[in-house]
């Protein structure tokens, strides 16, 4: 069964660097989201992704954060200056269409800024 | 806005025992209700959704889940629960934004299976 995968499934990285998160959704997937979780908190909505372009973003989704498709299977969440902050189990997700249609996600990556 | 709660933090039951757990959500239109599962160092796996129809719906591994409009609830049931059950469970709302579609999450259930 086709699955999204995402890597490294652990990330840490020192506070004022820069890190890509890094997601292939399923292939014949077309729309794409993350997601982040912080430590005993809720999941919450970063971003979505279609037709290469950001379809809508949360608030938490500031000039440090950005998107990209880089070909035609990654899908990548890259943070500029990592603050301590942005520690945080981040999940990829894609669907085939939009509206009801399931999201599925991937493992996370488990990111940690020092 | 909508919002979604899960008020049990951690519930513990027997293997063979009956489960449920709970969750309310706030949404103003109908919603699209969904639950996920997530096993330690895996993804989120989705468990059953709701969109319309019978408030009744039935998902994998032997979970249902009931919608109940009057009460804003979602309530996850399974009528026995097995040891693989053990994992942390998500109720979601599913709503629309600009131009996207987008999930609400509650802070999860954490599930724990004695023998």
């Known amino acids: 069964e086709p699955e999204v995968t995402q890597t490294p499934s652990h990330q840490v990285t020192q506070m004022g660097q820069e890190v890509i998160l890094r997601c292939v959704p399923i292939s014949n997937h077309l729309y794409f989201y993350w997601y982040r979780q912080i430590l005993g908190q809720k999941v919450e909505f970063l971003v979505s992704?279609?037709?290469?372009?950001?379809?809508?973003k949360s608030e938490i989704f500031d000039d440090q954060f950005s998107v990209e498709r880089p070909d035609g299977s990654n899908f990548t969440l890259k943070i500029r200056s990592t603050k301590l902050e942005d520690s945080a189990m981040y999940f990829c997700?894609?669907?085939?269409?939009?509206?009801?249609?399931?999201?599925?996600f991937g493992p996370g990556t488990r990111l940690t800024v020092l | 806005a909508q919002s979604v709660t899960q008020p049990d933090i951690h519930i513990t039951v027997s293997e063979g025992a009956s489960l449920e757990l709970r969750c309310n959500y706030s949404?103003?239109?109908?919603?699209?209700l969904f639950w996920y599962v997530q096993s330690p160092g895996q993804g989120l796996q989705l468990l059953l959704k709701?969109?319309?129809?019978?408030?009744l719906v039935q998902g994998i591994k032997g979970f249902e889940a009931e919608f109940k409009r009057s009460q804003s609830s979602f309530n996850l049931r399974k009528p026995s629960v097995h040891w693989s059950d053990a994992a942390e469970y998500f109720c979601?709302?599913?709503?629309?934004?600009?131009?996207?579609?987008?999930?609400?999450f509650g802070k999860g259930t954490k599930l724990s299976v004695i023998p």
């Open positions: 992704f279609y037709n290469n372009e950001i379809s809508e």
């Open positions: 949404y103003g239109a109908t919603p699209y």
């Open positions: 709701y969109f319309s129809g019978d408030t």
């Open positions: 979601a709302v599913g709503h629309s934004g600009a131009g996207s579609y987008q999930l609400t």
């Open positions: 997700a894609s669907s085939t269409t939009l509206g009801t249609d399931t999201q599925y």
